[in-house]
Structures are given as structure tokens and as C-alpha cells.
């Protein structure tokens, strides 16, 4: 009972999230979701090694593409504002 | 007949959309679609948790930010409960963790729309389990 307490309490407070480039590491876990989600509808019939396969390569398709646009936009910020 | 068949079929789509949308994955489990289902239940559920663990439940927010909750909300119904408990702005929760907080929350409520309508496009081209099976057999 004590248990279930506390894990429903940790929803009532948010947690600390720091203004550091780590911060952006949080968008991984929802890509991974995205990526999952998304195969999980295209694919025809799902076969489980091949849905984790498929769902790997989207899932590192979308983070570097990610990190590119955000070094991308990173240096177009560096110029507007140098 | 071929009336009472037609509207047979459209009953069944709403009821896969309405249960989609009741229980994100039940759309699909319904139409025999069981590991699919079970996949985006988890998926589309551990989301929509991560985004109020990061944010508290302060993040779902009916009066202040509207639009975010109408995302939330194609999560599933029953976040209207959550909603009704933070209305009073018990909750209030500011900076990053308020952002990630409702991204999370809006995405799990846009992947379950994708679900959503993905099985209601199966139930009605009355694709399931055993489509599966033959194509596992060609294999």
C-alpha cells in the first residue's frame, strides 16, 4: 500500500530538468515511441524480429536526422546572432 | 440483407474506433490483431506516463492550455478524470519539465489518433489475424 502511494505521488510533482544541452537527450525516448507506434501500424504482418529491425533503423534514421537539424539549427542561430 | 450487412460493417468500425480511443490498442486486439494492439498499448500508454511522471499531472490542464489537452485527450477518454483534478490549478507546473511534459502527452494522444484510424482502416478491409497467419505460412 505504501508502495502504490508513493509511485501515484511521483506523478503529482514534476521532476528537475536542467537547462544543460542534456535536456535534449529526453527526445529519445520519444522518438523510440514514435518509431515503434508508427511500424507497428505499417507493417503488414508483424514478425517480431523483423518488427524490431525495422523499428532500429527508423528509430536511428529519425535521431540523426534529428541531431543534424539541431546542429544545423544551432549554427544558423550562432550567425543571426553573431 | 445487403443493407442490414452494410450497416453491420459500419457498427463495427465504430465500435473499433470507440474502443481504440477508450483503451489505446483494444481497437486492434478487437479485430484479432493481438500483438499489434499489445505493442501500441504499451507503447502509446508508456508515453502518455512518461509525459506526467516528467510533468507531473499538472500538465494536463483543461483551463490554461486547451489546445495541448485536446491532444491529451485522443489518448484516451479517461484522461478527462486527470483533467478534472487539475482544473482547480492544484498543480501548477512551470519551465522545462511543464514542456516535455505536455510534448509527451500530446504525441502518445497523436500516435493513438494514428492507431485509431489505422484500426478502423482494418476492420474495414476485415484485415486480422488471419491474413496474418497465411502470409506467416508463405514465409
Not at chain 2, 443493407?3 to 474506433?17: G, W
Not at chain 2, 484500426?119 to 505460412?137: C, P, T, V
Amino acid at each position: 500500500m505504501y508502495n502504490m502511494v508513493t509511485i501515484l505521488a511521483s506523478f503529482t510533482a514534476p521532476i528537475h530538468i536542467g537547462t544543460n544541452p542534456t535536456a535534449m537527450l529526453w527526445m529519445f525516448p520519444l522518438l523510440a515511441s514514435v518509431a515503434i507506434v508508427y511500424k507497428a501500424t505499417r507493417m503488414r504482418v508483424i514478425f517480431p524480429l523483423r518488427f524490431a529491425k525495422e523499428v532500429i533503423i527508423l528509430f536511428a534514421t529519425m535521431s540523426i536526422l534529428m541531431i543534424l537539424a539541431g546542429i544545423g539549427l544551432y549554427f544558423l542561430v550562432t550567425i543571426l546572432t553573431s | 440483407m445487403a443493407k442490414r450487412s452494410d450497416m453491420d460493417h459500419s457498427l463495427l468500425i465504430v465500435v473499433v474506433a470507440i474502443l481504440a480511443w477508450l483503451i489505446p490498442g483494444a481497437g486492434h486486439i478487437f479485430i484479432k490483431e493481438r500483438k499489434r494492439g499489445i505493442i501500441i498499448f504499451a507503447a502509446v500508454t508508456l508515453t502518455f506516463l512518461a509525459g506526467i511522471y516528467i510533468g507531473s499531472i499538472g500538465v494536463i490542464d483543461p483551463v490554461n492550455s486547451r489546445p495541448w489537452y485536446f491532444g491529451q485527450m485522443l489518448t484516451s477518454p479517461l484522461v478527462a478524470i486527470i483533467g478534472s483534478a487539475t482544473k482547480s490549478g492544484d498543480y501548477i507546473v512551470y519551465a522545462r519539465p511543464h514542456d516535455y511534459g505536455q510534448i509527451y502527452t500530446a504525441v502518445a494522444g497523436g500516435l493513438n489518433l494514428l492507431c485509431i484510424l489505422n484500426a478502423m482502416y482494418m476492420a474495414h478491409s476485415g484485415r486480422g489475424q488471419l491474413i496474418g497467419e497465411e502470409e506467416e505460412e508463405d514465409v
